[in-house]
């Protein structure tokens, strides 16, 4: 039984990651797939999955002018494919360019051909807005409000006091509880400034983190927190706040804001040689899979609804990380064609499909080595005898 529960403990969260990964991806391509329909495109196949077709049906609407080797008209493909990792939405004039029809996505107009290419990110962001609508409504959040500092600690010898909430640091503002950390995390330990509004006043304090026993910069305050619709409050517990869905909504929008700008600004500090948080890399599907094995674990103990909570959690992170990365102008993602597009736009003519096409050729080749280096990293940290093995944790909050 112990064999059987072990292979269950890890066998989950693994069938648990490949569903969300199924999902989200499934809906960046929906994203495609809604925007080129609703341009006129005509999509060729919708897929779900890599290799070798297991699955697939045809749609009833033909296209207009095109026609197989058999004489017969067109219509969408829709396939599942054995690996189930990745897919795509393949859109007729993409590719190549066919010249007098009304379909094909070359003779479309410039706009239109950057709608359907953002689409993609655009659907994985709408989901992520949606699920961090619902956990943030049922769980609640902490902020950047102080409702205790630890004696001896920074914060407490700079004067700051419970109630305050920070707004700012270095100029930069701060709503977020995780932004508060990820700046604290990428100070190096120098003096910040720290902006406090404290009683309708504001005040300002400069100070440096401290770098505390677990590796991290810390400033020696608990966050207040704002407590959801799901989350038990004691009954001596008399004041408090409740998330209403205009706080939900708002914090969301931040959430996403936060994780799309975070791997910008962890390329420019990375550029300029500034110090980067303890652990922050390039991951693998292999490592992603790891991190969350560890975490439905950790939540599984508490109950199914803390486990539900924590994967729907990963699920938004993994939307907002994948609409994120396919916005970088990288050769053969969507950050890339839609720099194309823009150069079309002020160039007044296309770059040429035959130089386009050699750009994605060689950035897939290179994306797919670089996914080769990265993922055997990650089984390097999982091998039991591996020197650089590591455990994967969740972040510590200040």
Same mark, same amino acid.
């Given at each position: &039984?112990?064999?059987?529960?072990?292979?269950?403990?890890?066998?989950?969260?693994?069938?648990?990651?490949?569903?969300?990964?199924?999902?989200? +991806?499934?809906?960046?391509?929906?994203?495609?797939?809604?925007?080129?329909?609703?341009?006129?495109?005509?999509?060729?196949?919708?897929? &779900?999955?890599?290799? $070798?077709?297991?699955?697939?049906?045809?749609?009833?609407?033909?296209?207009? &002018?095109?026609?197989?080797?058999?004489?017969?008209?067109?219509?969408?493909?829709?396939? !599942? =494919?054995? !690996?189930?990792?990745?897919?795509?939405?393949?859109?007729?004039?993409?590719?190549?360019?066919?010249?007098?029809?009304?379909?094909? &996505?070359?003779?479309?107009?410039?706009?239109?051909?950057?709608?359907?290419?953002?689409?993609?990110?655009?659907?994985?962001?709408?989901?992520?807005?949606?699920?961090?609508?619902?956990?943030?409504?049922?769980?609640?959040?902490?902020?950047?409000?102080?409702?205790? /500092?630890?004696?001896?600690? $920074?914060? %407490? %010898?700079?004067?700051? %006091?419970?109630?305050?909430?920070?707004?700012?640091?270095?100029?930069?503002?701060?709503?977020? *509880?995780?932004?508060?950390?990820?700046?604290?995390?990428?100070?190096? #330990?120098?003096?910040?400034?720290? =902006?406090?509004?404290?009683?309708?006043?504001?005040?300002?304090?400069?100070?440096?983190?401290?770098?505390?026993?677990?590796?991290?910069?810390?400033? #020696?305050?608990?966050?207040?927190?704002?407590?959801?619709?799901?989350?038990?409050?004691?009954?001596?517990? /008399?004041?408090?706040?409740?998330?209403?869905?205009?706080?939900?909504?708002?914090?969301?929008?931040?959430?996403?804001?936060?994780?799309?700008?975070?791997?910008?600004?962890?390329?420019?500090?990375?550029?300029?040689?500034?110090?980067?948080?303890?652990?922050?890399?390039?991951?693998?599907?292999?490592?992603?899979?790891?991190? +969350?094995?560890?975490?439905?674990?950790?939540?599984?103990?508490?109950?199914?609804?803390?486990?539900?909570?924590?994967?729907?959690?990963?699920?938004?992170?993994?939307?907002?990380?994948?609409?994120?990365?396919? !916005?970088?102008?990288?050769?053969?993602?969507?950050?890339?064609?839609?720099?194309?597009?823009?150069?079309?736009?002020?160039? =007044?003519?296309?770059?040429?499909?035959?130089?386009?096409?050699?750009?994605?050729?060689?950035?897939?080749? !290179?994306?797919? +080595?670089?996914?080769?280096?990265?993922?055997?990293?990650?089984? =390097?940290?999982? *091998?039991?005898?591996?020197?650089?093995?590591?455990?994967?944790?969740?972040?510590?909050?200040?």
């Amino acid at each position: &039984m112990s064999d059987i529960a072990g292979i269950l403990n890890i066998g989950i969260p693994i069938l648990i990651f490949m569903l969300i990964l199924g999902i989200v +991806v499934f809906v960046h391509e929906f994203g495609h797939y809604i925007m080129a329909r609703r341009a006129g495109i005509f999509v060729e196949e919708f897929a &779900m999955g890599m290799g $070798p077709k297991l699955l697939e049906f045809k749609g009833k609407k033909p296209a207009k &002018m095109s026609h197989n080797a058999n004489g017969e008209v067109e219509v969408t493909l829709y396939t !599942l =494919r054995a !690996l189930p990792l990745g897919g795509f939405c393949k859109m007729r004039g993409m590719e190549e360019n066919i010249p007098d029809d009304p379909e094909a &996505m070359n003779n479309k107009p410039l706009f239109s051909r950057i709608l359907v290419i953002a689409g993609g990110s655009a659907m994985n962001f709408l989901l992520g807005i949606i699920l961090f609508i619902v956990l943030l409504y049922l769980t609640g959040y902490n902020t950047p409000i102080v409702s205790s /500092t630890i004696e001896g600690m $920074p914060a %407490q %010898q700079a004067g700051l %006091q419970e109630g305050d909430r920070i707004t700012h640091i270095n100029g930069s503002r701060v709503t977020l *509880w995780e932004n508060f950390m990820f700046m604290l995390d990428t100070s190096g #330990g120098r003096p910040m400034d720290f =902006r406090v509004m404290r009683d309708g006043q504001r005040l300002n304090f400069t100070f440096a983190p401290m770098l505390t026993e677990s590796g991290a910069y810390h400033i #020696g305050i608990s966050s207040s927190f704002r407590v959801g619709s799901l989350t038990y409050v004691p009954d001596w517990l /008399t004041e408090y706040e409740r998330v209403g869905i205009s706080d939900s909504f708002f914090m969301s929008l931040e959430m996403i804001s936060f994780h799309i700008r975070t791997p910008f600004r962890m390329i420019a500090r990375w550029l300029t040689r500034q110090p980067l948080p303890d652990g922050a890399g390039v991951m693998s599907v292999v490592g992603i899979g790891a991190e +969350v094995t560890v975490i439905y674990q950790e939540a599984i103990q508490h109950g199914i609804m803390p486990m539900v909570i924590m994967m729907l959690f990963i699920a938004g992170l993994i939307s907002v990380a994948i609409g994120t990365m396919n !916005l970088m102008p990288i050769p053969a993602l969507d950050g890339a064609r839609l720099v194309f597009l823009i150069i079309e736009g002020i160039r =007044r003519k296309p770059v040429s499909q035959e130089r386009e096409g050699m750009v994605h050729m060689v950035g897939f080749v !290179l994306l797919m +080595v670089l996914l080769l280096v990265v993922v055997t990293r990650d089984i =390097r940290r999982l *091998w039991p005898d591996s020197d650089t093995n590591t455990q994967y944790e969740a972040p510590l909050e200040e």
